[in-house]
């Protein structure tokens, strides 16, 4: 078996600046321990294209799809679109291609080219709201995505399932009125973006931790918020949202997961895809800001997604 691994050097042209934590290192980072570890080999490499303003306008305001479009600088300069997130030159490619490799990725599981696909993608996207950038996010990557295999494919229900140490606020904005679409997040609680804890719905399914809580915790999180409804909604294509700030290394956060808890997890999902999607599972990066940590753990990741 192999996985999908779809990126584009678009993505790593983005660039907020020498201090900011979401930084192009973070692909080569990605990228290095792959190719350390064995796994690049199992993997099969495809470009992002560039989503198209159609697939945005599915998820986001017409409005904040062609301000975003309108700002963007052409040549130098950088423009800052919320006290996290700017964008120079080349971050509307980036954006694009980030938002696009989902599309791609959807479109690779959904006709059976491959079960699983990875997009090692930046900017991140699950904080970025119907009409508002926020937490280094523009477009919402796995949005996009799953309003497209809605769309092209007619998937009556998908799941988006989001282990980044934030909570997904901008997925959960974008569905929350699709029940559809059921979206699981775990997050650290009270923490950026201070959403999440108290909402009560039966396709948005939250389960916060405390900070400092490690792999039991959100084992059990897992266990007794994710696990139940999934099998109850019994999704037809899944997309996750991956984020590994919530590893012990990452000082974004406070939480204390390692590599063996992000492969647990991808095996429980994987699980719930080979028993009720026929596998298909489209994975995009989100947050992990501790080079080796994230690079460590997008392999444990991958190699329990081979199974």
Excluded at 244 to 253: G, N, P, R, S
Aim: glycine share 6%; hydrophobic share 40%.
């Amino acid at each position: 078996m192999s996985i999908a691994f779809i990126s584009h050097h678009d993505c790593a042209l983005h660039d907020m600046g020498a201090h900011h934590p979401e930084s192009p290192a973070r692909l080569s980072a990605i990228q290095d321990q792959l190719l350390s570890s064995g796994l690049e080999f199992a993997m099969r490499n495809y470009e992002a294209p560039l989503a198209t303003v159609e697939q945005l306008y599915r998820v986001h305001d017409k409005d904040y799809v062609d301000d975003i479009f309108q700002r963007a600088p052409k040549d130098y300069g950088q423009i800052w679109l919320d006290p996290d997130t700017s964008m120079m030159a080349d971050s509307l490619n980036a954006a694009l291609r980030a938002a696009g490799a989902v599309t791609l990725g959807v479109d690779l599981v959904m006709s059976g080219d491959e079960q699983a696909a990875f997009c090692n993608v930046r900017p991140p996207g699950h904080h970025a709201e119907r009409a508002r950038t926020m937490g280094f996010c523009i477009f919402n990557n796995v949005a996009v995505g799953a309003a497209y295999a809605r769309h092209k494919y007619g998937v009556n229900k998908l799941a988006i399932l989001d282990f980044d140490v934030h909570h997904g606020n901008g997925t959960e904005d974008i569905f929350h009125d699709e029940p559809s679409v059921m979206f699981c997040s775990t997050f650290q609680h009270p923490f950026y973006p201070h959403t999440g804890a108290d909402v009560i719905s039966e396709h948005i399914v939250n389960a916060p931790l405390a900070a400092g809580a490690r792999g039991a915790a959100f084992k059990e999180a897992i266990n007794s918020h994710w696990l139940p409804k999934l099998h109850e909604f019994q999704p037809e294509l899944i997309l996750i949202s991956a984020g590994f700030d919530a590893h012990v290394e990452d000082d974004m956060a406070s939480l204390c997961l390692t590599e063996q808890d992000y492969k647990w997890v991808t095996t429980e999902i994987k699980s719930i895809a080979d028993t009720y999607a026929r596998g298909r599972i489209v994975s995009s990066l989100e947050g992990g800001y501790a080079l080796s940590a994230l690079g460590r753990s997008v392999v444990a990741h991958l190699d329990a997604l081979l199974g």
